[in-house]
């Protein structure tokens, strides 16, 4: 059979980690070829090689049957190969269209950048999408599922032969999942070649024709999509059978600890009210844009409210700052883990113990040994996988890097926790971990919300759930008492607004 694209014996090490260990992949023209594993498997770094943002150890690619030797991330480009990260790589305060067509902006006849030209190629690439986003909007205005449609719109434009897709849809939700399966289906037709990373299986089975899957930096098989069950390529990515997807629990719901009346932020929320109980979990749902994520930084004081009223234990806190919801016992595990939740050049050290330093200190003094303790027995009960506490964050898999994240918050031991996107890109194995430490800590007494685009999650491992439709909360109920499509028709608006 002769392949597109063929990567023979990929090897490549990192400081006390070896990512890849003669790894073999295939690509055959006009197929999408999924690579799933855990996090640490070795996958993005297979694709960073191949994209030539990280030089390999040792083995060959070989593109159309011609070796690359030398390669670089322009070279590859010019190759055909488009790469949609997991991690985002927008400027911030560039404009979308900016972001879209950076370095390869269209030129006029004096060699100025052609903005009407650029601004319509922009609306084009976008277009699929069915989104009000304008080309000159700044990217920092977007949300996260926005900033990652703008990703893989900028990896469309560059018209490539081979596109790689690293968990495209994690922070994507309901019709913009759908429109980008559309996208892939089309992009297939033109004979486009897709290899697809995602930890989502459902969405494996439904677009791949076939499958590797790595553990351990190792690939461990590769087959027909039809020849692999979700249990067969969970056995095969954790090398062992997962008994539990969603871990079940008996909740004893306490009192209120977090109330929440009439919040109200213009152009955020309107009239917000819930509760949230000690030893429950309370799931908030809705898709890409409905508020969820800003209604939460609203209670958190990282957003001014207009209006409305929260009590924590029962007594009014006006809360002007992340630091006052802090002090009052709040921890937010925020949805981008890397940009909000860690400092990526420090140390697992220093990033876990970045929420204790007021409480470990005297007169500014550190106490070193107290703190080392408490990190290292949360870094032994949470299982995080790293050489030593002294590595660097940004070495770690994404599921660790997330454990870190927790492990900070943990530490702080707070009455309310709020999980915005607590499994957002982490293996499945992974996910039953952090679901497993959410209900310890609504076991303990702490009343513990979750945000997530996974309606599945939601519906399995909350106690309470509450639906927001444009900045509204529009049902609630309990576990069990709807199913995941009246869940999708009230997230759509399709039912009148349920009273506050």
């Known amino acids: 059979m002769e392949y597109l694209l063929k990567m023979s014996g990929i090897s490549k090490s990192f400081p006390g980690v070896r990512a890849l260990s003669n790894v073999d992949f295939n690509l ?26 990280y030089k390999a150890d040792e083995g060959t690619i070989f593109l159309k049957g011609k070796q690359i030797v030398t ?26 269209a900016e972001n879209i067509f950076l370095g390869r902006e269209p030129r006029t006849a004096l060699g100025t950048i052609d903005w009407p030209r650029m601004h319509a190629m922009t609306e084009e690439v976008l277009a699929p999408f069915k989104l009000d986003i304008h080309p000159k909007q700044k990217v920092i205005a977007l949300g996260a599922a926005y900033q990652q449609i703008i990703e893989i719109a900028k990896a469309l434009s560059l018209q490539a032969e081979i596109l790689v897709m690293d968990e495209p849809t994690a922070a994507l939700a309901g019709n ?12 297939k037709k033109e004979g486009v070649s897709i290899i697809y990373i995602s930890h989502r299986l459902n969405e494996v089975h439904h677009l791949a024709d076939r499958v590797t899957i790595l553990r351990d930096g190792e690939r461990v098989i590769t087959k027909a999509r039809g020849e692999l069950s979700n249990d067969a390529m969970i056995k095969y990515m954790v090398g062992r059978v997962l008994d539990e997807q969603y871990p079940q629990y008996d909740s004893v719901p306490g009192n209120v600890i977090l109330e929440v009346k009439n ?3 213009k152009g955020v929320c309107d009239q917000v009210s819930f509760t949230a109980r000690a030893g429950e979990i309370l799931g908030f749902v809705g898709l890409v844009g409905a508020g969820r994520t800003e209604i939460m930084q609203t209670i958190y004081g990282y957003l001014k409210k207009d209006s409305g009223e929260v009590l924590i234990n029962g007594k009014p806190a006006n809360i002007k700052s992340c630091r006052e919801a802090v002090g009052l016992g709040i921890g937010l595990i925020p949805e981008e883990r890397k940009q909000q939740g860690l400092v990526l050049g420090m140390s697992v050290f220093d990033n876990a113990a970045l929420s204790v330093l007021d409480l470990y ?32 964050v940004r070495y770690l898999s994404g599921g660790n890097q997330q454990k870190v994240v927790l492990a900070k918050w943990f ?62 909360i529009v049902k609630k109920f309990k576990k069990g008492e709807l199913h995941e499509e009246e869940v999708m028709e009230y997230s759509l608006g399709l039912h009148e607004q349920q009273g506050a």
Not at 34 to 40: C, I, R, S
Not at 71 to 96: A, C, D, F, H, K
Not at 176 to 187: C, P, Q, S
């Open 176 to 187: 913009e999942v759908n429109r980008l399966f559309e996208i892939i289906a089309r992009l």
């Open 263 to 265: 919040l109200t932020k």
């Open 71 to 96: 390669i670089g991330l322009r070279e590859m480009i010019q190759q055909g190969i488009g790469v949609i990260y997991q991690e985002l790589n927008l400027i911030p305060y560039l404009s979308v």
């Open 28 to 53: 055959i023209k006009g197929e999408l070829h999924a690579l799933v594993g855990e996090n640490g498997a070795g996958k993005s770094t297979l694709m960073k090689v191949l994209s030539g943002l």
């Open 361 to 392: 200190s005297t007169f500014g003094v550190l106490h070193r040994k107290k703190i080392t303790h408490e990190v290292n027995t949360m870094i032994d009960g949470m299982s995080i996988k790293t050489p030593s506490i002294r590595q660097l």
């Open 411 to 472: 530490i702080r031991h707070c009455d309310v926790y709020i999980f915005d996107e607590p499994t957002r890109g982490i293996d499945v194995g992974a996910k039953v971990e952090i679901y497993r430490l959410m209900q310890n800590l609504a076991k303990r007494g702490a009343a513990v919300i979750m945000i997530s685009s996974e309606l599945p999650e939601v519906m399995n491992i909350s106690d309470q759930i509450a639906i927001v439709f444009e900045g509204k």
